[in-house]
Every structure is written in C-alpha cells, then in structure tokens.
C-alpha cells in the first residue's frame, strides 16, 4: 500500500480504492519485493469486499425477518377483530308470541321454502342448514300412508302383491294481527293474532310389496323421519321400510331396513307397529298398549304393551311399557276391564314431555263389534316417567273416529299439533281419514277434513326433516 505524503489520512477503504488503479502499472513494471505487497493489497482488498457483503447480508435479512414479523402481528389482530365482530353480531330475537326475528341475515332470515312436494336433495339425505330462528314457513308439504287392512291385497295382480298409497297435501297458513286503537297517549300499535291454517290435497301415489305374513302385508301404521330417512311400519310383519321416491319425482319404493319382532324379541312374531317417535336420538316404536285379548276381551298375552328402542347403528333394545299404559289408563278412567288404544305417540324434546292422541278409550271390556265405536278426542301430556298425566280434550268427539297419527308443527315451538283420525266400519266395508289441527289447549284451528279417497290413513309426516334441521341449528 502507498500514501501521498503530507495528504490527510483517509478511511481504509479509501486508501484501497485510491491504491487500485495503478495496480496493473506497478504490476507490470516493478517485480522482485514489490510483488508481495502488491498481492497483499490484493488480498486485503478481497477481505474488506467479503466483509461488507456479510454485513450487508446480514442487514437485509434483519429487515425482511422484520418484514414477516409485522405480517404476522397484523394477520394475527385481524384475524382477532373478525372473530369478535362476528360474534358481537345480535342474536335472534324471540317475540312473544314465539316467533323470531334475525337482524344479522337479509330479509329477516327468511330462505327459500320447499313447496308443498318438495324433498331433500337427491344428492344427499342431509337436509340443508338454515338459519336458526325463523318464522314458520307459509306452507308446509305434508305426506300421509295409509294402511288398507285386509284391503291391502291386490286382487288384479297375477303374483302375490299388497299395495298403499301415499297421499301428499299442503298446510297453508295465513298469519294475522289485531290493532289496539290509538289513544293520545300512544299510537295504534299491532300484535299477532291467531294463525289460520288450510289444507290443499296434491298428488297420491300407488306402491306395492310382495312382504307379507300369512297372506296379509305393506299394513302401514306411522310415518316418521330418522337418520334422515322417511320411515313406515308394516304392523303385520314388523319390518320397517325406508320410502324412496315419496315425493313422486321417481317411483315410490319400499325399502326393507329392519325387522323387529314382538314383546322382548325374542319372539317368532313380528311386532305390530302402530306409533313411533324420535326421542333424545334413538328411535322409539310401540303397539296399540292393551293387552291381546279375543274377541270377547279374554286376555292372551302383553306383548302389544312393549316397546322397542333403536339407536342409530341399528341397535334393538326392548322396554316393559306395561306400568306407562296402565299408568295413563289409570288417568282416562278406563282401568281393566276398560282398555285405551294407541296409535299416535309423539315425544317432544321442547316440553319433555310424551304427548299421546288415543285412537279408542273405553271404560267397558272389549268386544270387536263395539270397539270400532269407541273412539278419543283425548290427549294425554305425560312427564319423561309418567309420573305426571294431564288430561286435554279436543273438539267434539265422533265415535267412530279416533287418532291415528300426528305431529307438531315446525318451529311452533311443539305449541300446534297437526293430526289424523281414522274411521273404520267393517261390517259395512267403509274406511275414511281426516286431517286437523289443533294447540296444547284444546282448540281446533283446522276443523277436520276429509282426506280424498276413503283410505285408512294412519301415518303423516313432512315431506322435509324440519326437525333434523332445527336441532342442527339449535
């Protein structure tokens, strides 16, 4: 390395910057002694480049790690903000006269209805989720089964057939308010008044069966929605069917899913189903209640009075109902001799509370002449244990006519019951349903309707799980 003389002294660097270009002149024309030191300033040159590049090196990645920290510490409070908006958002708002309001969707909520013969898409059996708290629909599709007895055979076929129908329907349900005449003290103000409801009939629908027991078959009692499938009951042979094609866009179907046989099944008989409910998840499935008797009311065995219980892996277990029948007897007046038939059994998870529409009550002994006379505008509200029985009558009571089927009303919180009542006079080879509805009170807002075709209809349900989708959005 050289300096000039006298020159104040400059940086290293400098020094070396200043050194570099007579590198090539000293090279050339000095060689001996010199020539180390010319390499070492070479080389000295070398390790001061290496050394800033480290530095800068290190710098840079400082400031993109700096970069990426702030990223992180920004996506992260963002993420905190968006997750607290949204659950700041107002939730559904109850009225009080059980309907609700939600202020966080457009249109207060409100998606599209399934029509009157709509069904779950065919792509899957899980029912859209819709958002919780909505009024009740305008319209709900209703399906009803029927069990034809010994009507069921089909004279016109050629191979062994039984036959049902399934008759589809619309409840349309008009909402109104009553005003409160204005005051000076306050303005005129609405409030809701009593719903009216309406039934439109729709299509029916023929389907067949070669399932039978001794000649009788396709004997369906109840309809009911579990595991997202639409089930009915054969109370001749005790299987349980799934329905395809119920609402007419294919042909309907009988799908054998299970058999589940009498009493503790263990028996060779397959149960008579007559009612069936969801309760906390598993399916509940039961027979008239009362004693098999002859037809002079001579007792030969209690295997209507159990129940069987399937949990959604297709598990079977069996109950002893004896002392719930007897219990609800009891609170009828109709202690043995007399005798109460049910047909219609529904459980409600909002009351907790079984709730039952008897087909017959009668304080006489049996006889099957008499007994297609006795029929119930009853309904028995029983606790979880039966422990508690309350007794509610609804409208006038036909004797003939007793209930055979029913559920609640969506999203009426379990306050609306939607029913069937059968008739049935053998003798004069006359079958004929109805349709009503009625509240928890005992008031009828549907006075009963004749169903079309003078079927026995003993099963209705919804042509959508409304159940299934309200305790997906609970």
């Known amino acids: 390395m050289w300096t000039e ?21 000293i090279n050339s024309d000095i060689e001996g002694t010199t020539a ?17 590049l480290d530095i800068f090196a290190r710098y840079r990645m400082c400031f993109i790690g700096l970069i990426l920290l702030v990223v992180l510490i920004l996506s992260l409070v963002s993420s905190s903000y968006f997750s607290f ?37 065919a792509r899957s059996r899980i029912p859209p989720v819709l958002p919780y708290g909505l009024t009740r629909p305008d319209s709900i599709g209703v399906v009803l089964v029927a069990d034809l007895d010994k009507k069921s055979r089909d004279i016109k076929s050629e191979r062994l057939q039984f036959i049902s129908y399934l008759q ?47 000649g009788r078959g396709c004997e369906l009692s109840e309809l009911v929605w579990f595991d997202h499938k639409l089930l009915t009951f054969d109370d001749r042979t005790g299987i349980m069917f799934e329905i395809k094609g119920f609402d007419g866009r294919k042909d309907v179907q009988l799908i054998p899913r299970s058999i589940v046989m009498e009493r503790d099944g263990l028996s060779s008989k397959g149960q008579k189903h007559e009612w069936a409910t969801v309760k906390d998840g598993e399916l509940y499935m039961g027979s008239i209640g009362k004693e098999f008797t002859d037809s002079k009311g001579n007792i030969l065995g209690n295997g209507f009075q159990w129940i069987a219980i399937m ?22 007046g109709s202690e043995y001799p007399g005798y109460v038939v049910h047909e219609a059994v529904e459980w409600s998870n909002v009351h907790r509370r079984w709730f039952l529409l ?25 606790s979880e244990d039966f422990s508690s029985i309350e007794i509610v009558q609804i ?68 042509t959508y799980d409304w159940v299934a989708v309200n305790r997906r959005n609970v």
Do not use: C
């Open 5 to 25: 003389e006298g020159a104040p002294k400059l940086p290293r660097s400098l020094q070396i910057a200043r050194s570099v270009p007579n590198l090539n002149t």
């Open 168 to 214: 589809h329907a619309a409840i349309k349900i008009t909402k109104t308010a009553q005003s409160i005449p204005p005051s000076t003290s306050s303005p005129e103000k609405k409030f809701p008044g009593v719903d009216t409801y309406a039934v439109t009939w729709g299509a029916k629908y023929k389907f067949s069966t070669a399932m039978n027991e001794a």
């Open 85 to 121: 908006s949204s659950a700041q958002k107002s939730p559904p708002f109850r009225s009080n006269n059980g309907t609700y309001t939600d202020n966080n969707t457009p249109n207060n909520g409100v998606p599209s209805i399934p029509s009157a013969a709509a069904a779950p898409s």
């Open 36 to 52: 180390p030191t010319l390499r070492r300033s070479n080389s000295a040159l070398s390790t001061s480049s290496t050394n800033n």
């Open 311 to 332: 949990e959604k892996n297709g598990n079977i277990r069996h109950e002893d109902w004896t002392g719930n029948y007897e219990l609800i007897r009891k609170a009828l």
């Open 395 to 462: 409208g006038v009571l036909t004797p003939s006519r007793g209930f055979s089927s029913f559920k609640f009303l969506p999203r009426t919180d379990d306050s609306i019951i939607m029913a069937v009542k059968s008739e049935e006079i053998e003798k004069d080879d006359f079958q004929n349903s109805y349709l009503t509805i009625f509240d928890l009170s005992g008031n009828v807002l549907l006075p009963e309707t004749q169903v079309p075709g003078n079927h026995k209809y003993e099963g209705v349900a919804y």
């Open 358 to 382: 008897p087909r017959r009550v009668s304080t006489e002994a049996y006889t099957e002449g008499e007994d297609e006379l006795r029929g119930s505008n009853k309904m028995v509200i029983a």
